[in-house]
């Protein structure tokens, strides 16, 4: 199964035929899918540049930022009420 860093599972995503999935980000795979992206779109994902140097593999799981600016300023991966809704339960 593929999760991306976000937290997203690639493997159910309806763009999974028009995306590669990143995986952790201390993973080659993600190495591979952030070299892709500076090439075709000029640089590579936040969330996986972060994690990486941060030495984690996904946010929401490693990171106790998350959800950071990176999330809140949006507008994706995650919707203003998940964000929310996630920091109402992770405060509890």
Do not use: T
């Amino acid at each position: 199964m593929n999760i991306g860093v976000c937290g997203i599972c690639c493997d159910v995503c309806g763009l999974i035929d028009r995306c590669s999935p990143c995986g952790p980000a201390q993973s080659e795979q993600a190495e591979k899918k952030m070299s892709i992206q500076k090439e075709l779109l000029g640089n590579a994902c936040p969330f996986i540049e972060c994690a990486k140097e941060k030495g984690y593999n996904h946010c929401s799981k490693d990171c106790s930022e998350f959800p950071c600016d990176k999330y809140r300023k949006g507008p994706y991966p995650y919707s203003e009420g998940y964000i929310n809704m996630y920091c109402r339960r992770k405060c509890m």
